[in-house]
């Protein structure tokens, strides 16, 4: 395939860990109070792989090039309403949909990308941030009055009986599907002892397509092209000065990760066929942002984890109430208890934002190469265990970045 | 650099293969309920999806403390609020069909997206059999759709917007709040006997779904009136200052200013509007007047001084003084230490409706729960007499015309009730063109897999 044998484990773990989510995320039975941590079913793991795609994607121009875009979330909005409208206009087959959210998508990069990276650095991020909330405006209101309804505003595009679904056939499931696969469908529904296992049609849909968009995005980075985009990343004058126009490199790598964005954005469309304008927020576009710093920015696994991480705190954190906290601790006496409960408040349920941002800031206090640092340290212990002390130097923060570390915004 | 060999033989062993491989788990696909999330064990879980961060997080809150309590109460808890003035007395303090009632929360964010995602988290993990909640249109349409989808009940908590029961109603949702056309249509009225029937009025509108529903309402009310509209004016849901929209109503020749504004949003141009002394002013030889469609306690809160005077509607006011609305403001002031707002009326009254239609039909499948809902007509709930519609799943009930109090006695008595419209006054016809029109239908109730 092309690749050498440190990226091939890398791509063989990342597919094992991909198709047996469902099994990994799920390790509490359920019935047991621990069950409240259970990521295993069908939304949350399809939103791991998909915001997992779009960090992939963000990390081709953020990792590579340096170049921070703010405005990420612009294209994820674009693909998913792309996703929608063909569902309104052909049928509720996922492949159209998917296909013409990648290629709106990357033409809606061609023209921000061209515009923005006339500028570096910080211009560059407050230009695309301004692309990105004007789209957030436009898809908000502008573009949803009666008369020219293209993005439905606040309720987000949906599909209506009335639309026309040309392809529409008796017999197809009236939700998305793969030539009637349909994606909000369980093949498989295991139960075993205690536990239950989930495995979703979609689910596997988008792991699928997420395996073959990593092993693209590593094959982007071992290429020539890849080395290109880190010599802009390292020092964009000297580029210049050796007679190369670093332009055509950083539109490409803007356009590719402006399709990843789109792809993204159309498997969530497919998932669940609803476009809502916040989706091309500045929160939105931040949110990608902490991903791919929190996972590690430049590595190829990092922005993955990172969008899982945030995925993880989002959806099972923001869950636990005042209710689930006492069943916690309603071994404990009463004072205690209330405590406890007390004192854990603030931390979850409305309180999660609260959590992940501490979170945040440790992990770029002590591991400022995000959470594959931290991983690669522990496996550093294990490794220099036996071995005498004073080895430390022989730990690297990332194998990519020699000589020296590089600023990750491109100046 | 590459090292890929694609020869005929090898893609079409492999797409083979993975033809098997894609074919072969269908054949476990198991279909072993009818019902999603049927409840089999002693319990039953609802999913409480409440805004708990953004711009609508006070309203989320009470709404979740007024979920607490209908769940206190339908276990046998507590004193037992308005189970004991509700007209249909099935309830009796069991739990739903003797399972005890469980709960799950979730933050939407006053997001459509991140509301659909906390659902579908409810009901494909914690198992819930009816979802509720919402603080605002967008959110409430877009979780109707997905629990319409899923084949769960979805019983909407504060959304006003004429959408929600009118173009995009679905069979498996229902609204017990009122929405912007009886608003105006209790109004008008009012507005009549308060100012005349000779009126220039001036709106400014939240640019989005709501904000355009609204504004046509009262537009369209006033007008029938005799009002006429200067002009509309669309302000951006971001603003935080509306001093440049305040200024030109000043020279329109107005002399009523509608503020189509929710929240944190009318709060601000309310302000901004008293600021510039428009309520002093005199124009036409008429008073300046201002009017806010849609009100809440919390708005007034923010609102403060200004508030006073102003006139507006609101679905339900704690200070009623039916026995139902007594029993629930009691209850739900000895847990929490104060009155409950209008958001937490509608939540804690939405989760008793279902529990009763469940018990009525004797099953928690989605298609006789809606069955047992339409067309149902209860009292002892602080509307009065209510009916939910069966042809839209909205409610028909009396409406409050309230107007900021002038010396409030606390921190919560801010509203006065200045008339109670009848609901024969705010009823309109399924079919009726704010609401869709003919094209509009609920679709087929949908009991899931």
């Known amino acids: 395939m092309g690749l050498n044998k440190s990226d091939m484990t890398l791509l063989i773990v990342v597919a094992i860990l991909a198709l047996g989510a469902p099994f990994i995320l799920n390790p509490f039975p359920v019935d047991s109070g621990m069950a409240q941590f259970n990521a295993g079913y069908p939304d949350l793991m399809q939103r791991f792989v998909i915001f997992g795609i779009l960090a992939i994607g963000f990390n081709i121009l953020f990792g590579l090039t340096g170049y921070l875009s703010f405005g990420h979330a612009a294209f994820l909005g674009v693909g998913s309403y792309a996703a929608v409208w063909m569902f309104k206009l052909l049928s509720y087959n996922v492949l159209p949909a998917i296909a013409l959210s990648v290629v709106v998508a990357g033409l809606f990069s061609v023209l921000i990308g061209y515009v923005s990276l006339r500028r570096s650095g910080i211009y560059f991020s407050i230009l695309t941030l301004a692309f990105a909330q004007m789209s957030f405006a436009l898809a ?62 979609g689910y596997y849909l988008c792991a699928i397509i997420m395996l073959v968009v990593f092993y693209l995005a590593i094959r982007l980075f071992r290429s020539p092209f ?3 985009l880190r010599a802009v990343k390292s020092n964009q004058n000297r580029l210049n000065y050796t007679g190369l126009n670093p332009k055509p490199y950083t539109l490409a790598a803007f356009i590719i990760s402006g399709m990843y964005a789109g792809l993204a954005g159309g498997l969530l469309a497919s998932m669940d066929p609803l476009a809502g304008a916040e989706r091309m927020q500045w929160t939105a576009s931040g949110e990608i942002v902490l991903m791919t710093i929190l996972g590690g920015a430049g590595t190829l696994i990092g922005p993955v984890l990172g969008a899982g991480f945030i995925k993880y705190f989002e959806n099972i954190f923001s869950k636990i109430n005042d209710n689930v906290l006492h069943q916690w601790f309603a071994f404990m006496p009463d004072g205690m208890e209330d405590f406890m ?10 309180g999660w934002h609260l959590t992940l941002g501490i979170l945040f800031m440790l992990v770029v206090t002590f591991l400022p190469g995000g959470l594959v640092e931290g991983g690669q340290r522990i496996a550093n212990l294990f490794r220099n265990r036996g071995k005498k002390k004073g080895d430390d130097d022989s730990y690297k923060p990332d194998p990519e970045h020699h000589p020296k570390e590089t600023p990750h915004v491109a100046e | 650099m590459t090292k890929m060999d694609l020869t005929r033989r090898g893609v079409l062993k492999t797409t083979a293969a993975a033809g098997a491989g894609l074919a072969l788990p269908t054949m476990f696909t198991s279909s072993a309920h009818a019902v999603t999330n ?3 064990g002693g319990t039953v879980t609802l999913g409480f999806n409440v805004p708990q961060t953004g711009p609508y997080a006070d309203e989320g809150a009470d709404e979740l403390r007024a979920y607490e309590l209908a769940v206190e109460h339908l276990n046998g808890g507590g004193d037992g609020g308005m189970l004991n003035t509700f007209s249909s007395k099935v309830l009796d303090g069991t739990g739903i069909l003797g399972k005890k009632v469980e709960y799950v929360t979730g933050d939407t964010q006053t997001k459509s997206d991140a509301a659909r995602a906390s659902a579908k988290s409810m009901i494909e993990k914690d198992g819930a059999i009816m979802i509720t909640g919402g603080s605002s249109s967008g959110v409430a349409i877009a979780v109707q759709g997905l629990c319409q989808e899923a084949g769960v009940i979805f019983m909407a908590g504060l959304t006003h917007s004429n959408d929600t029961t009118g173009k995009d109603r679905k069979a498996n949702g229902f609204r017990h709040f009122f929405n912007g056309y009886m608003s105006g249509a209790a109004l008008a009225p009012v507005l009549k006997n308060l100012y005349g029937d000779d009126r220039k009025a001036y709106h400014l509108t939240a640019d989005y779904t709501w904000g355009w529903t609204q504004q046509e309402s009262i537009a369209a009310a006033t007008e029938a009136l005799g009002w006429e509209t200067v002009n509309n004016v669309l302000t951006p849901l971001a603003s935080t200052d509306f001093s440049s929209y305040i200024a030109p109503v000043l020279n329109s020749g107005a002399d009523v200013l509608v503020l189509n504004h929710y929240g944190g949003n009318m709060v601000n141009s309310l302000t901004n509007a008293v600021q510039f002394g428009l309520r002093e002013k005199e124009v036409n030889g008429k008073n300046f007047e201002i009017v806010v469609p849609l009100f809440s306690r919390l708005m007034a809160r923010g609102a403060g001084e200004n508030i006073k005077g102003i006139v507006g509607s609101t679905n339900w006011h704690w200070s009623l003084q039916d026995e139902g609305s007594k029993a629930f403001v009691k209850s739900f002031g000895e847990k929490y230490g104060f009155p409950p707002s209008q958001a937490a009326h509608t939540c804690y009254v939405q989760t008793l409706l279902y529990a009763d239609a469940v018990t009525r039909a004797n099953s928690f499948a989605p298609c006789d729960v809606a069955a047992a809902l339409e067309g149902f007509e209860f009292d002892g709930m602080g509307n009065g007499k209510t009916l939910y519609r069966a042809e839209d799943h909205q409610c028909f009930k009396d409406v409050l015309v309230v107007k900021g109090k002038e010396n409030p006695q606390s921190e919560f008595d801010l509203l006065e009730v200045v008339e109670v419209t009848p609901a024969a006054q705010v009823t309109y016809e399924p079919n009726h063109p704010m609401f869709g029109g003919d094209e509009a239908s609920l679709g087929e109730c949908n009991n899931g897999a």
Request: charged letters at 15%; zero cysteines.
């Open chain 1, 140 to 201: 908000y209101s502008v573009l949803s009055n009666p008369k020219f309804n293209l993005t439905n505003g606040e309720t987000g595009l949906q599909v209506y009986a009335g639309d026309p679904q040309i392809f529409h056939r008796e017999g197809l499931p009236d939700v998305p599907h793969l030539f009637g696969i349909a994606m909000r469908d369980n093949f498989l529904e295991l139960k075993m002892g205690g536990w239950e296992f989930t495995f979703n049609n």
């Open chain 1, 226 to 228: 890849g080395l290109m």
């Open chain 1, 341 to 350: 409960v007390f004192i854990v408040h603030p931390f979850v349920g409305k």
């Open chain 2, 38 to 40: 049927d409840p089999m």
